[in-house]
């Protein structure tokens, strides 16, 4: 059977015909007149949005219970309005002023503000309040006239909302062509609903568009209940059915290598019962389900250990890893040590030159050396191409002259707290400026964008030194530059890699999350975005960013630095009654409140209790480098913390023989007046 999908025009807004019209009357005339109804699923807090406006009013704005109804053998869908509470309007406009409508399909798509901006400026804006209450009612049309009841054979597809800040919608698309007006759940709920609806009828995502959903019928009951009783295949046999039509053989053997799992449940269960696989709802295994190894059944955790730090590696220390050339004897050893205690403060300054590829593991102190002396060649050519941009030629040049600017705006707020970074005339800014306009030269693609300046800062200060500053930071950035992209793909993919890690070590947050549309953990994004520059002390960020350098002990040892704070603010997450507002405002005011040292054991007790966990998920183990193998300890391959760096490794190459080994460093250098400085001046 050839299967017909719905196009994006069957999402805009159209006159009801007049034989819908008369099945809507039917319905809603007879709905309640036999004794055989049975309310099967309900649900409140879902609005219908009348207006257009990006901000609408009081009156645009319909409260409504949806529900699923069995009557006899038939199932309707029905929308009903109701009388809102002495508290509905402020229920109503307590998200921000961002989402609203427009006039084509994006009526119903309010999307979000970059992500920056929106945790950028936490709060409920008043300035809606005050728009509705200057605008008296407008609506003539009777708020019952917008209800409808729908037969459920009669769907031909459903749209989603895109994933974002905003309220989760769907549009409800008829056979006969009509798209009833968007339902906004104001307090969650989409999930839910397309999970009950699966009972009913097959959900199958189109494969042009993800957001959109395929409806079907299914008449094969016998079969239907027989894999929910042995849960073989996920939630419902209706997921099955709609992987089966997309695709059959993942759907065939990725149900049926669940029967190991199934087995070994019932086995291992404490009474004695088969456990069968748990997972998450259906709905969510539709929109998710990228191949038959997605999480479908909650791993067995091993127990979680007890991590302490250790002592930082000193100077001392430091000098016993060296050999009589100065190149270092054991680097693997040597970054786990930075890992597990950090470092003292004194050696920071020559230690992250190796963390972040300005000098080589295995190079003598020499060829070290020899290799800044080339660095600093490179830099200040860079350097010299946009000082030596005349006014005339910057006028014609608007990227430059918008990196410059954007540049001059981020320095004068970034670390004024700091020391290093107070007063006017301070010469620190000057270098954070020079140092970030080099980088617009080095990487012309990416040049500057906001949010850089917070990496650059610490490096600076550490190195204290313009050129030292320059190769340290582009090593960074060689681990962060994805974050930057103006796709935000990068942020995406961590955003969805920090969920599924969420999901294996504690689904009931999970769950808890998603009830309250923050199932996408985008209150995560600034952490992500510069690595938790702004969520601890200026001091506790210099030991975080020393041991996420090493690579160690996995990949993505970030993303489980945030799962360690998620897990630290569980109980007052989940045991506060908080909503979407209130968790973005608790995550938000965590600033400089939580403490590193704790953050890091949590992060690496969670890292060995999943690498100590038998039959953890292939996706999770690619995730954590643990694919190979189980044992927690690091790989030894250096590949995971920067190289040096330069635009060309060719280039860099030909400068060996052309810049002479005697050149003196002409960088500019900040030297403290008095040993000590540098640690009396590290405070926020």
Known sequence: MQLEEATAEETESRELPVSFQEKQEKCLSGRMELGACRVAFEKDGVYLHTSAKRHPDQDSIIPGVIRIIEKGSDALLQWTPVEESSDAAQITFTKKDTVGCQADEEIFDPGYEPDWAVISTVGTPSRVQEETNASGPKSPVPRGQWAFTLHLSELKSIRKSKPGLGWSYLIFITKDGVSIQALHFHRGGTKALLKALCKYVILATSPKDSRLYLVYTHDSYALTHSFDELQLFDDSSSNLVSRFLQDPYAATFGGFSKVTNFFRGALHHEDGTPQLAQSDPGAGNVEDETGFELITCQARLAERPSVQRETPVTEQEWEQHLDPSGRVVDPSGLRRRIFAGGLSMSLRKEAWKYLLGCYTWEN?????????????????????????????????????????????????????????????????????????????????????????????????????????????????????????????????????????????????????????????????????????????????????????????????????????????????????????????????????????????????????????????????????????????????????????????????????????????????????????????????
């Open 364 to 684: 003598s102190a020499e060829e070290n050396k020899a290799q800044v002396r080339r660095k600093t060649d490179e830099y200040f050519r860079m350097k010299l191409q946009w000082k030596s941009v005349s006014e005339e030629q910057e006028r014609r040049n608007s990227l430059l002259r918008g990196y410059r600017s954007l540049i001059e705006r981020d320095v004068s707020r970034t670390d004024r707290n700091n020391k290093f970074y107070e007063g006017s005339e301070n010469p620190g800014l000057v270098l954070l400026n020079d140092v970030l306009m080099t980088y617009c030269m080095y990487n012309f693609d990416l040049g500057y964008v906001q949010g850089m300046s917070d990496l650059l800062s610490p490096i600076l200060y550490i190195t204290q030194n313009e050129v030292d500053a320059f190769w340290c930071f582009c090593g960074f950035m060689e681990l962060v530059h994805r974050n930057f992209e103006e796709s935000q793909e990068s942020m995406k993919r961590q955003l969805a890699q920090l969920t599924l890690l969420l999901r294996v070590l504690d689904p009931p947050l999970c769950d808890f999350l998603d009830s309250k549309e923050s199932g996408t953990l985008c209150f995560c994004f600034r952490w992500i975005l510069i690595w938790f520059k702004r969520e601890f002390a200026f001091s506790e960020i210099l030991q975080l960013w020393e041991a996420l350098w090493t690579g160690l002990p996995c990949p993505n040892f970030h993303l489980l630095v945030a799962c360690g704070i998620l897990d630290a603010e569980r109980q007052a997450l989940m045991n506060s009654g908080f909503g979407f507002n209130e968790i973005l405002k608790h995550i938000n005011e965590l600033t400089m409140k939580m403490s590193v040292e704790d953050i890091l054991c949590r992060a690496e007790a969670i890292y060995r209790q999943l690498a100590a966990t038998p039959d953890l998920p292939r996706n999770v183990q690619e995730l954590l480098g643990l694919s190979e193998g189980k044992s927690p300890s690091p790989s030894t391959d250096t590949a995971s913390s920067p190289q040096p760096l330069s635009p060309s490794q060719a280039q860099e190459m030909e400068l060996t023989d052309s810049v002479s080994p005697s050149q003196p460093d002409s960088s500019i250098e900040i030297l403290p007046t008095e040993e000590g400085t540098t640690s009396q001046s590290l405070s926020p």
